[in-house]
């Protein structure tokens, strides 16, 4: 029970007990004043016992009331020190945060508040106190303009409020039990500080990062605010434009900046949302502009190089004007037709045989064409050629002008780099001729057929007689076997001696042009220049001769073995042009090629030494005439074709100029060198590579030589690129040390001479030994070894630099030069990392050659 209900209790108890204490005395005055009469008196004492018994019990009751009263007073007032200390520590914690804190009741009025709470708002002139309502006074605030502006909370952030002194509150509150409040207001001024700094870096970190994203890229940016004025650039469109940063700060309207620069930038003011533009500046830079217009108003320009892509497409448009003009002179139909089965391409032979407008030869539906043939029927030829399978068929169709005829088709896949299919090229070639001639064949065989039966019978006859002249060819054909045993041995002999000999005629050789190039650089009088000149050439001619000797011992000796791989055959007709286009005005001939883009699978070391002989040959046989170099498909195959309209051949020495030896008299230029070899080298290379050749010529008029080459896939992976310009980014040898090895003392010599004219320290030596005798070969400073393979007592060239590279830290940049072609000491080089040269070698060749060692 409570304090309160234990004081009422005692209150009634007393009540009651008064009221006893007066009913006792009433009863005990009656019995005194009316006497004891019968069982009356007993009866009144008897229920004054009870009564008495009653005051007893209640007043034991009220005792133990008062009791029980007492022990709630004095653990009422314990719990009232005890709340006392607990409101004291209460106070004394709020006042101990740093945060603002007040206790509201459920109307909203102050029931507590800390010194914090007090003076934030004492600082601005408002003063807090109990039993304020806080809904007012935060409308008071407002409207004083203490608290300038206010951010509600939602569930996840508490309300934000700013004062008029720039400070900061955070707002914490939570419900009472009696449904008032608990809130706390953090002073986050430092933290809004801190946070508006770290803002306003990071916008300053992002700017800077803008701008130099701006200033590195390969375009020209300019943006343009609403007025017509520059706002930011980066340093691309500065160099393009030629303005300095100081006229765009100073001077910034684009109509004040127009007449500063060639660039046009009258392109913002389209109203196009992207406008495109494309101008070409005096200095010959094509620039494309674009425009971009924002949501704001503002504009941004971009101004691009594209000079390269434009001289691309520029050569792109030349090259489709020369195809259309070759496709055009072609007598076979040619198109090209996409993956979507519609034209993208086609001749003139196509346009004029199926009746195609010039306009309309681009987009028109393969399925709708206007052909005199079912769709239906070309359909399985389309889908396989769509599936990367190149097909041919013949068909029998009509032109526009409704004329019968047979053609062959052929239809070969264009593949990207992936594989992909593309379309696919479309050959059509007239064939009517070929057919009707086939059905006469037949109705031929079919007449021929009782002709054989006649000739049967007349043909056993003759059989007796020719068993008879079998068995004397075959005793001929004993004596031609070993005669052919015979003329292969000596055929052996020859290529053997020949090699050997060369190989010796070699070594001289190299030690002479080397000494003439040495001689030709230190001659002063121009008459002794020209007598050196004329030796150099002989020496040249020389070398032609051997090497041509060479080769055939070489192809005679079966040790030539095509190296197939898949190259870009344009690539090599370009070498090989821009080689023949010194050669012409020697010759006076007119060189002229038309390029083409064709992967094929041939060994091209080879293969450019027979067209190197077919162009020879054309520059030689043709006075004051044309050479072209052109090229032909036909099916998986390309036929490369050397045209000149020089003397021509007879048709009774076609077959002879294949021949070993064999030179032919209707040029007298042809006779100015050479062995008549050429040819025959051609006829030999072609067997190795097995690439078939052809002739065709008019006596009179020209000649044609051909070679035929399998179209090849393109290689996966990158091409490798060549060091060369590299190495030649510096030509100075000046200083450099060069360690030779050589037995040959007439070309140690010539090679000292010449490599002392470039300015080179030269150590020359027979062998190893000699060579250590003179220098230290483990720690001398030197650049290059050079060293030659065949050397005395059974010494060579490889074991030379193996032992000298041993001893060094570091191995040496080493150049062989020998006189031995075999393959097997190119593999032992190459596994080594040696570089390779075979001799004779010309200057500029040796030169070039250190200088790609050295680089």
């Known amino acids: 029970m409570t304090n309160k209900e234990l004081q009422q209790e005692l209150a009634q108890l007393r009540q009651q007990n008064e009221k006893l204490k007066k009913i006792n005395r009433v009863l005990m005055q009656r019995i005194e004043e009316s006497g004891s009469l019968g069982n009356q008196p007993y009866a009144t004492f008897e229920h004054s016992v009870q009564l008495a018994q009653q005051v007893q019990d209640k007043t034991r009751i009220l005792n133990e009331t008062l009791a029980e009263l007492e022990r709630s007073n004095r653990a009422l007032k314990q719990a009232n020190e005890q709340a006392n200390i607990f409101k004291q520590r209460f106070i004394d914690a709020i006042e101990s945060i740093s945060d603002a804190f ?33 809904n007012d006074f935060k409308a008071l605030a407002k409207t004083r303009g203490i608290i300038s502006q206010a951010y509600p909370g939602n569930a996840n952030q508490n309300p934000v409020y700013k004062l008029s002194d720039n400070r900061w509150f955070q707002l914490s509150e939570r419900r009472t039990r009696e449904g008032g409040w608990v809130m706390l207001y953090t002073d986050i001024t430092a933290l809004k500080m801190a946070e508006s700094a770290r803002y306003e870096q990071a916008m300053a970190q992002k700017s800077k990062l803008l701008q130099n994203l701006v200033d590195n890229l390969s375009q020209g940016v300019i943006m343009i605010s609403s007025h017509n004025q520059v706002e930011v650039w980066n340093q691309r469109f500065i160099e393009m434009s030629k303005l300095s940063p100081q006229m765009l700060r100073s001077n910034p309207f684009l109509q004040n900046l127009t007449a500063s620069t060639e660039l046009d930038l009258s392109l913002t003011d389209s109203t196009r949302n992207d406008a495109h533009k494309v101008q070409k500046l005096t200095n010959g830079t094509v620039v494309e502009m674009r425009s971009h217009r924002l949501s704001n108003g503002k504009t941004i320009n971009t101004y691009t190089d594209i000079t390269a892509a434009h001289q691309y497409a520029e050569s792109l448009r030349e090259s489709e004007s020369r195809l259309r003009l070759i496709t055009d002179n072609v007598p076979a139909m040619i198109a090209y037709v996409g993956a979507d089965l519609t034209f993208q391409f086609t001749n003139k032979v196509y346009q004029d045989w199926y009746g195609r407008e010039s ?42 002008l409704g004329q019968p005829a047979y053609l062959h088709k052929s239809y070969v896949p264009n593949r990207d780099a992936n594989g992909s299919v593309l379309g696919f090229f479309v050959l059509v070639r007239d064939i009517t001729t070929r057919i009707k001639s086939a059905i006469a064949l037949q109705k031929a065989h079919d007449s021929l057929e009782v002709r054989v039966n006649e000739r049967t019978a007349q043909l056993q006859k003759l059989n007796h007689v020719l068993q008879n002249e079998v068995e004397e060819r075959r005793r001929v054909q004993l004596n031609l076997t070993a005669a052919k045993r015979e003329a292969e041995q000596a055929n052996a002999s020859k290529s053997k001696f020949l090699a050997a000999v060369s190989h010796d005629l070699l070594q001289p050789l190299n030690a002479a042009q080397l000494f003439t190039s040495t001689l030709s650089s230190q001659i002063p009088q121009q008459a002794d220049e020209k007598l050196v000149g004329s030796i150099s050439n002989s020496l040249d001619d020389l070398e032609n001769l051997i090497s041509t000797l060479v080769d055939i011992s070489k192809l005679d000796a079966g040790v030539v073995k095509a190296d197939k791989h898949h190259f870009n055959l344009g690539e090599l007709l370009i070498n090989l042009v821009n080689e023949y286009q010194h050669q012409s005005a020697q010759f006076n001939v007119a060189l002229k090629h038309v390029p083409v883009n064709a992967i094929v699978h041939s060994d091209s070391v080879l293969l450019a030494r027979i067209l190197r002989n077919f162009l020879s040959n054309a520059f030689r046989y043709t006075d004051n005439g044309k050479v072209l170099l052109g090229c032909r498909r036909k099916a998986d195959h390309i036929t490369i074709q050397v045209w000149d309209n020089g003397s021509g051949i007879a048709q009774d020495q076609l077959s002879e100029i294949f021949k070993e030896f064999k030179r032919l008299s209707t040029s007298q230029k042809a006779f100015r060198n050479g062995l008549g070899l050429g040819l025959a080298i051609v006829d030999k290379l072609s067997t190795v590579l097995q690439h078939p050749i052809e002739v065709d010529s008019v006596e009179g008029k020209g000649s044609v030589f051909s070679v035929t080459v399998p179209i090849g896939a393109p290689e996966s992976g990158k091409k490798e690129h060549t060091h060369i310009n590299h190495a030649l980014a510096s030509t100075d040898l000046t200083g450099r040390k060069i360690w030779l090895v050589d037995n040959d003392a007439s070309i140690c010599e010539a090679m000292k001479q010449l490599l002392g004219k470039w300015q080179c320290e030269v150590t020359t030596a027979a062998s190893f030994e000699q060579l250590r005798s003179q220098v230290n070969l483990g720690s001398d400073i030197v650049d290059l070894l050079i060293v030659d393979y065949h050397l005395d007592n059974d010494e060579n060239g490889l074991d030379v630099a193996v032992e000298v590279n041993q001893l060094r830290e570091k191995p040496l940049p080493t150049l062989m030069i ?23 070698v010309k200057p500029m060749k040796l030169k070039t050659s250190i200088f790609f060692l050295l680089k």
């Open 102 to 134: 007040v206790l509201l009741d459920s109307d909203g009025r102050i029931i507590l508040q800390n010194s914090h709470f007090l003076n934030y708002w004492k600082k601005v002139g408002l003063k807090t106190e109990q039993g304020t309502n806080l």
């Open 359 to 400: 306009g309309e030869r681009y987009g028109v539906d393969l399925v709708n064409q206007r052909v005199n043939s079912q769709f239906e029927q070309l359909q399985p030829y389309v889908t396989r050629a769509l599936q990367g399978e190149s097909v041919s068929f013949e068909v029998e169709e009509s032109n526009h």
């Open 818 to 840: 020998t006189a031995n072609y075999s393959d097997e000491l190119k593999a032992q080089v190459k596994t080594h990392g040696i570089l390779l040269l075979n001799k004779p």
